[in-house]
């Protein structure tokens, strides 16, 4: 079956310590990107990948790092979170980047407390 | 850079009755428009999209409309049933494979029985 992963689901942790979502797919897409869901504010890009080694800045990257070692692989990294990245994160990937489907991982609910 | 505004920001309308979502964007550019479906809890889902070069696409009870000289585009959704009860999203991005996709804020339709 064609899909998103993504890992954890949920996330409950404590400020500065470092944390690590993956994401993975299955669909040989050389595209992925991340993505933070607030309410109000929609699906806000917070790094993309156009291909193995490639990364690059989204619209909300402070905070975040990210690498992009194989194709299937996207983990999204937070080396010292703070409250205001409590989130829904969701991760993206699709053939290319934007004039196509954007298939979404399930999502990981992130608290920061 | 390209900027999408998405009215209205909740929407109530009663079963069976039209829905109508608008989006404006800013970049005389852009080219493809698509839309997603986020059912609560869930992911976002590609539901319709459209390309600059024709002016309406319809899909069962979903259709889009696209004006290119006012640069906005519209999802309406007839024959509302409760399981069109979800957050919409549209997007704008331009045809060149590497441009971004920028999001609108989404829009929470109620379907009231």
């Known amino acids: 079956e064609a899909q998103v992963t993504q890992n954890p689901r949920y996330l409950i942790t404590v400020t500065g310590k470092k944390l690590t979502v993956t994401c993975s797919q299955n669909?040989?897409?050389?595209?992925m990107s991340w993505y933070r869901q607030d309410p109000g504010l929609g699906l806000r890009q917070i790094y993309y990948s156009m291909n193995v080694e490639v990364t690059d800045k989204g619209d909300v990257p402070e905070g975040y790092k990210v690498s992009r070692k194989e194709k299937r692989n996207f983990p999204l990294i937070l080396e010292s979170p703070s409250p205001n990245q409590t989130s829904l994160y969701f991760c993206?990937?699709?053939?290319?980047?934007?004039?196509?489907?954007?298939?979404f991982g399930p999502g990981t609910r992130l608290t920061v407390t | 850079g390209e900027n999408v505004e998405q009215h209205p920001s909740t929407l109530s309308v009663q079963e069976g009755d039209s829905a109508v979502i608008k989006c404006t964007y800013s970049d005389s550019a852009s080219n493809y428009f698509p839309w997603y479906k986020q059912e609560l809890g869930k992911r976002p889902q590609l539901i319709i999209d459209i390309r600059s070069n024709v002016g309406e696409k319809k899909d069962q009870r979903i259709a889009v409309t696209l004006n290119k000289t006012a640069k906005h585009f519209s999802l309406h959704i007839t024959e509302t049933q409760p399981e069109d009860s979800a957050v919409y999203f549209c997007a704008a991005s331009r045809w060149d494979s590497n441009y971004q996709l920028i999001w609108g804020a989404g829009t929470k339709l109620i379907i009231k029985p």
């Open positions: 993206a990937s699709s053939t290319g980047q934007g004039a196509y489907e954007q298939y």
């Open positions: 669909m040989n897409h050389e595209y």
